[in-house]
Each structure stands twice: as C-alpha cells, then as structure tokens.
C-alpha cells in the first residue's frame, strides 16, 4: 500500500522504491517511505556497513566543494543530487563565500520537490529536473537558470550517483559532453560504488538493487579513471573516500569504503 504524506508531489508512486530515497534513508534522513525503507534493510543485509559509506560519501562531497572554494570556484552544477539533507553544496560553498552559485540537478520527483522548497529565498541555487544521463539537455536547462557562467570555471559534481549510469550509456561519454562544456580550470568530482573493494558485499549490493527502480553498476579504478579524460587528477588521485584529503585523524577503514573518490582539474 502506498504512504500519502502531505510532502509527497502528486503523482509519486510511494511503493516504489528510489535510490534518491534509500541514501536519504542511510544517512539518517526522513524523506523516505516504507518501500525504500524495505529495500535499504536488503541493502545493509547485504552490506552491513552501508550506513558508513553513505556517511563517507557525504563527507567526501563537503571535502571536494570546499577544495574547489579554495581554488577560487564560485559556481557549481550537482548531478544526481538526490533529496535535501544537512550540508548542502550550497551551504558549504554559500558559507565560504555567500555569492556562490550552485545548480542541482536531479529526476527523482521527492528530491526536486524538497530542493525547490529549501532554495525558495536562496536566489543564487535553484533545482532543475532534469535526467544528468541526458547532458545536453541538463546543460540547456542550467544554461537557461542564468545562474551558472560557462565562460568562467565551474564545479561538475557527481557524488554517489554514476554506479546508476549503465555501461550501454556510455558514462564516459556523458562525462565528455560535461567536461566540453566547461572551460579549462573548472573540476569534476566523481565518487562510485566500486567491485574493488569488498567483491562479495559489491555483488550482493548490485542483487538487491536489480530489484529496483535504480540498478547498480560498480566500476573498477581503471573504469573510474577514464571518466576523467581531458581532466588532471588532484591528489590524491582515485581512493577510497576517507583517504581523499581526510580533515585531521582519519579512524575509519579504507578497505571498508565500498566507494572510490577522486577530483579532476580540467587542463
């Protein structure tokens, strides 16, 4: 039976599960319904330590947006951005600098609908729903929001969400198309469930999910690594989350990340 909550968008089927919902889930969130509350507990069965990676995952985003503040970048375009939760691109980048600029980007209905409900008075971040698979029209759509200038550097993040993308999509071409439309300087980050790390766990994670609306497809570090054609890799290079740039002691265990991570700088 399908939930009806007063923050559902009409139209939401709630007995389908998402993968927006179930990382909301994991990490803690309330913007999830019984469907994908179901198959997250599939998903920690299968991966016990999914609510960690979920968290590290998280903290890899926040790492990569405030390396990219450093570096002088002021506009972000986040795909796949998923629902709302604690420390958003633009809270972290807006409190480096209040004129950042940052254009999420998602299809799932939940998630759109509580970004555009967060970024209601925020005039430099706004949503778009858009498919990130599909790049020319997500880039026609930023392009239109008159937030992001592609003649000065931007910030491509992908965190968590190209493990949806299928071989057959040619990621590394939706990559390319991203990358051609930025100019040189801008950065890409990219984390992915990957096959490398914990195998058995990875196998039975891409179980569950071929029961779901979002089917996973983890990627080896040569995988990872062709995606960021045309970018120069910052140290250092692709690693696990918590070894990308860790702030202070660092207790959590690599081998146990389920995730890599790595940041580009376009040449």
Known sequence: MSERVSWVPDGVDTGKPSAARLYDYLLGGGHNFAADRA?????LQAQPNARTIARLNRSFLRRAVLFMVDRGIRQFLDLGSGI????NVHEIAQKADPESRVVYVD????????SQLILEHDPNAT??????TKPDAVLQAARHSGLLDFARPIGVLTAGVFHFVPPQADPNAIVATYRDAVPAGSYLAVSQFTQDLQPEEMAGVVEVMK???????????SEIEALFDGFELVEPGIVPTPLWRPEGANTDDPDKAGIYAAVGRKV
């Open 84 to 87: 709302p939760t604690v420390g």
């Open 39 to 43: 198959l997250a507990e599939k998903f």
């Open 107 to 114: 299809f799932e209905e939940v998630a759109v609908a509580h």
């Open 127 to 132: 949503v778009i729903q858009e498919d990130m």
């Open 211 to 221: 029961k779901s609306q979002n089917p996973m497809y983890p990627r080896t570090k």
